[in-house]
């Protein structure tokens, strides 16, 4: 069965320093990957998408990697603020029978410590 | 701010009731998706509505229903409540397709089932 796994239910790490959060899937063949940020009681926040033919993408500090032979994506938040203190859900999108559902990972707190 | 908006913002039920939930989408967009989040857990896809038709389903049973109005509001009405159903329910919509599948999430409904 499809299967998405998200590394640790929380990270914690020291204010400026980079997190990486791993986001691995299996018997999945997707045309997008996409991370989201949630905040407690709060609906998922768009972060960055990424295509199956596409290896890295940047949007000011942060950078999504895409490795479909490994089927992982790592997430970077480099010079990371306690402002990025958050859960952060990685999800998988078919797309292929042009229905836009969404397969969401259980995500990764991270706490920054100032 | 995404432009989704979801009524009510809390609600609590007793086992056996139904409940209706509603939506609100971005304005532009006409599909609409809901998705349920347990706490501690990633959304999962409930079901898409697009033009008024559903296009898409998750593995939901039947008693979990929906609707879409002609101006892209959305409805999930839930029968026969039970304990599990308690979570918060997340309602997201997309643009025209041919454009990436970001999605824009409400902030969400928590209903408690007692």
């Known amino acids: 069965s499809q299967k998405i796994e998200q590394n640790s239910e929380a990270l914690n790490i020291q204010e400026g320093k980079t997190a990486t959060l791993t986001c691995n899937y299996t018997?999945?063949?997707?045309?997008?990957l996409q991370w989201y940020r949630q905040d407690p009681g709060r609906g998922p926040v768009f972060l960055l998408l990424?295509?199956?033919?596409?290896k890295e993408k940047r949007k000011e500090r942060l950078k999504v990697t895409f490795d479909t032979t490994l089927k992982q994506s790592l997430f970077h938040i480099t010079a990371s603020q306690p402002a990025d203190s958050a859960t952060y859900l990685c999800a998988l999108d078919k797309s292929d029978t042009g229905r836009r559902a969404l397969t969401f990972g259980s995500g990764t707190r991270l706490q920054v410590q100032p | 701010e995404t432009g989704v908006t979801q009524s009510p913002t809390h609600l609590i039920k007793t086992r056996g009731q139904q409940v209706t939930l509603r939506c609100s989408s971005q304005s532009g967009h006409n599909t609409v998706s809901w998705y349920q989040q347990a706490l501690g857990q990633g959304p999962q896809f409930i079901f898409q509505?697009?033009?008024?038709?559903?296009?898409g389903r998750g593995n939901f049973p039947p008693r979990f229903s929906g609707l879409q109005f002609p101006n892209y509001s959305s409805e999930l009405n839930v029968n026969a409540l039970e304990l599990d159903d308690s979570a918060l329910y997340l309602c997201a919509s997309s643009p025209p397709s041919g454009r990436d599948n970001e999605q824009f999430f409400g902030p969400g409904t928590r209903l408690t089932v007692l």
């Open positions: 990424i295509r199956e033919n596409e």
């Open positions: 018997n999945y063949s997707p045309a997008y």
């Open positions: 509505y697009y033009r008024e038709e559903e296009n």
